[in-house]
């Protein structure tokens, strides 16, 4: 987690501005957040309120065995979508994107809500490119495995045999997969506009 901060350091000082360190919150079942409470099943969360990360353990087992999306990597991978979450709130993007989705249709509201999803997976691919020394062999496919599994269309066709497109919130698995690719190849966030 310091490792996450230390980089966003870096890139905003790069940019001129100053970073607030988000704070790392793991839970199991239960958590009371500055956002209200939630349980685990909700799954890892950010908190603008407190900005808080909200990790829920048992989602990493998850991860592992349902989604076969194993390794440090693809752990890494969903710590750095949430801090992506937290770099949205001190850019100013996330209210941005509250204040559009107030004014407009459903439809266009959820293609809002995945646009942010979408950039947040941007800013998580920065991160890994800008550690890519830290990485050993296969960690970019663990974090593309992790992406690719917890894609709209991947989950809702296992869960529900089809898939529904207008119900998406965080994009199909190759949205997430281009998006993480996206900021790891370019380590630059300035590729993620929405």
């Given at each position: 987690?310091?490792?996450?901060?230390?980089?966003?350091?870096?890139?905003?000082?790069?940019?001129?501005?100053?970073?607030?360190?988000?704070?790392?919150?793991?839970?199991?079942?239960?958590?009371?957040?500055?956002?209200?409470?939630?349980?685990?099943?909700?799954?890892?969360?950010?908190?603008?309120?407190?900005?808080?990360?909200?990790?829920?353990?048992?989602?990493?087992?998850?991860?592992?065995?349902?989604?076969?999306?194993?390794?440090?990597?693809?752990?890494?991978?969903?710590?750095?979508?949430?801090?992506?979450?937290?770099?949205?709130?001190?850019?100013?993007?996330?209210?941005?994107?509250?204040?559009?989705?107030?004014?407009?249709?459903?439809?266009?509201?959820?293609?809002?809500?995945?646009?942010?999803?979408?950039?947040?997976?941007?800013?998580?691919?920065?991160?890994?490119?800008?550690?890519?020394?830290?990485?050993?062999?296969?960690?970019i496919e663990?974090?593309?495995?992790?992406a690719n599994?917890?894609?709209?269309?991947?989950?809702?066709?296992?869960?529900?045999?089809?898939?529904?497109?207008?119900?998406?919130?965080?994009?199909?698995?190759?949205?997430?997969?281009?998006?993480?690719?996206?900021?790891?190849?370019?380590?630059?966030?300035?590729?993620?506009?929405?």
């Open positions: 987690m310091a490792l996450a901060d230390k980089t966003w350091e870096q890139i905003f000082k790069e940019a001129g501005q100053t970073y607030s360190p988000a704070t790392i919150n793991f839970f199991t079942g239960n958590v009371q957040s500055g956002c209200g409470a939630a349980s685990s099943a909700v799954g890892p969360f950010y908190c603008p309120a407190d900005n808080g990360v909200y990790l829920d353990t048992a989602f990493f087992q998850e991860l592992d065995q349902q989604f076969q999306a194993s390794g440090d990597a693809a752990r890494i991978y969903v710590v750095a979508h949430e801090m992506g979450h937290h770099i949205q709130n001190l850019l100013g993007t996330s209210d941005q994107v509250s204040q559009a989705q107030a004014r407009a249709s459903e439809t266009e509201s959820n293609r809002l809500s995945v646009g942010l999803e979408l950039q947040a997976d941007c800013f998580a691919g920065v991160f890994f490119g800008r550690n890519r020394a830290r990485m050993e062999g296969g960690d663990e974090g593309m495995t992790a599994a917890i894609g709209d269309d991947t989950l809702q066709q296992g869960a529900q045999g089809g898939v529904r497109p207008e119900s998406f919130t965080h994009g199909t698995s190759a949205q997430r997969m281009a998006a993480l690719r996206k900021g790891l190849e370019s380590g630059d966030p300035g590729v993620c506009a929405l």
